[in-house]
């Protein structure tokens, strides 16, 4: 409160610009191309304040500048159009209990490269660890030199503690209270410290951004792996809960005497609607479970066994429906390639179980992003610190990862 | 935009005066007791506004300046306190599938009169509207003459489209698309329309406002009546859904070949936990249901039904817990009565199928007001409009009740 006057001033000033800076490559990061006329009704500052934050961002090689496009805004001369440079880059990660990706994403949400693999057998984080370091060498090779990494994100199937990155549960990797962005982030080195999501919250957020559910306030993201979780956004924001663990559809109490689940419970939802319920009732081996959304692409009729499946999926939806009264239902993960087998089984569950007045409101459908939801999640949680403060972060951003991933 | 100059400004100044005085009011209606001292420092104004303020709400007749209680605020002179006066109340009316209740309720949410009477059998919306008014008419007989009525609040065990009062769904009131609002709102003549809620909803309102709630952020209050519903607040506010119709956790489903439930489908968790379960597993003849309250005041034992009732309520309770992650859970309606005799059972099966990180924040508790939770939330409604704008909502309320409800 009792800041020296002038420096108060003067950082405040700088505080605003940077905070604009922030919001203007956030319109640019969101949009595939945006004229300089539409960021200044967005942003309600003038046109001149705009172009010069806009060519800041140019000369920091995070936006440029092209010739009009075709449309015009009003009368006066054609505006000049604005879109993300790929000058900042992050790294994201989508650690499923059955294969690993990492892609380097760019500005815009573009992929510019990515790299799977198999997932180390046992789980063991510090394993893991080195099989997400071998992907991200391989994605960052060919990066442009110079340019900046300003982030590495990473879904995970489980439940994290956001203020350390500290994985309280992942049931099906096995895990209760494993450090794994600590684990992660000491090999990083010059890199830094990654953010670590929750896989279905990392869904939510990208098909909010970008996918299915771009302009709707209410949202699940039904992440339908090994394990079954829901990203929720309500009223336009990440449903959180007290601890920021909120989401954990699958482990709603489904079936009374159930089997057991990986979280010590039986009879959760995600025991009847999850990759090994799936895999039994087509007749996939235990032993392929990993491959389980190819063999799925091979079944063209479903069986009686999976049609139980896909009623289970329809009532856990129609109580979603009840409970959450969400505007959009985006399926994801196995279930995208699950639903269309079981879709009239699974739309008549929900006919039977969701109340009229909620049921109406639904649209259950397909993620936008395909199966890359929960990566292009853990991209946007990557970016978050470069869009708070352009400068600021690309002043400690990493310039060569190849090096930094080489140690 | 281009409002003329000075009118313009005026109507912003006087704008911001309202605005405040609705701020002031709000602050004393929720503290028993507040010192001017600690109004300034809330409101973030210097003193002379807000002791301007205070003398306006006197003026109206809404708040009274007391002498100094005992604490002192620094060292200066003790500062006046301020408290709500009744020169404004409203009629907040509980409408339950087994009975009625309607009180007056002053400033600071003090029950002045209450009454209470059968709910008409059919449930014929006309005629509980003739019975509500007779409650009415009873509450306000010795109000305080020129006291204002500033609003009607009514809690509502159903789905409410919030923009015009009208019940989607009361599926234990056998009412689909009733618009209550307008049928009460005819007969209140000059009162002006009352304002619908949904029941769990005005709960979780008045628990998080007054009662066991007080400061928590995340909170679910569960409806236990005929049917169960929930209210859910997140990080502070209420959880709506795309229609404002989320919360209907008795609709979760819970057996699949379970019980037919009053809204339709099979093995909702109401068919289990709902007061007709709890009256069979207790012997409570089906005629009456209604007096289920009473009858489990007589039971000091849990029976063998009556503890499997408690299984299935823990059970489902760990599935919130899981789902929402709250960090308060208050047990209404029945599940007042009910919770203590199976108090052990229930919090076995939280323990058993709730996950670790959200369990250890929870906290599973009877309401802070009573039995009056849903009443408290209907008055809280009712509230509203003159709390936004004291002097704009005391111009236009009605000034003799008695009179108006005797048409």
Chains 1, 2 share one sequence.
Not at 319 to 347: A, C, F, K, T
Request: hydrophobic letters at 45%; glycine letters at 14%.
């Amino acid at each position: 409160m009792a800041s020296a006057g002038r420096a108060g001033v003067g950082t405040n000033q700088e505080d605003i610009r940077r905070h604009n800076l922030g919001t203007v490559l956030g319109h640019v990061h969101r949009s595939e191309r945006l004229s300089r006329a539409e960021l200044t009704a967005r942003m309600g500052l003038n046109r001149s304040t705009i172009a010069g934050l806009v060519t800041e961002l140019e000369s920091l090689g995070l936006a440029e500048q092209a010739k009009p496009s075709g449309a015009r805004i009003g009368a006066g001369r054609p505006s000049v159009d604005v879109k993300a440079r790929s000058g900042a880059y992050v790294l994201a990660v989508d650690l499923r209990v059955d294969g690993l990706t990492v892609a380097r994403v760019g500005l815009g949400g573009i992929i510019q490269s990515r790299a799977t693999g198999p997932v180390p057998q046992g789980h063991d984080p510090h394993a893991i660890t080195d099989s997400v370091l071998d992907l991200m060498r391989l994605v960052v090779k060919d990066v442009e030199p110079g340019s900046a990494l300003v982030g590495v994100g990473v879904g995970v199937p489980g439940i994290i503690r956001a203020e350390d990155g500290l994985v309280r549960l992942a049931p099906n990797l096995s895990w209760r209270d494993v450090p794994f962005a600590q684990i992660l982030g000491e090999r990083l080195g010059s890199i830094g410290m990654p953010v670590l999501g929750n896989d279905a919250d990392l869904g939510a957020l990208a098909e909010h951004l970008r996918g299915a559910g771009v302009g709707v306030e209410d949202l699940v993201y039904l992440s339908g792996e090994v394990g079954v979780g829901a990203g929720v956004i309500v009223s336009g924001h990440k449903l959180e809960g007290a601890g920021g663990y909120a989401g954990e559809i699958g482990h709603m109490p489904f079936l009374p005497d159930g089997k057991l689940c990986h979280c010590g419970a039986h009879g959760c939802w995600e025991t009847e609607i999850g990759a090994e319920a799936i895999a039994l009732a087509i007749g996939c081996p235990a032993e392929r479970v990993g491959a389980l959304g190819e063999f799925l692409e091979g079944v063209h009729e479903a069986s009686p066994d999976l049609r139980q499946v896909g009623r289970h999926l329809g009532r856990g939806i129609a109580g979603i429906v009840n409970m959450l009264n969400p505007r959009v239902i985006v399926l994801g993960g196995y279930l995208r390639s699950l639903s269309p087998l079981v879709q009239e089984d699974v739309d008549q569950e929900i006919a039977v179980h969701a109340l009229t007045a909620s049921h109406e409101l639904v649209r259950v459908t397909l993620p936008g992003l395909g199966g890359d939801s929960v990566l292009h999640g853990a991209a946007e949680l990557a970016f978050e610190p470069l869009l708070a403060d352009p400068v600021g972060r690309l002043a400690t951003a990493c310039r060569d990862a190849e090096a930094a991933l080489a140690v």
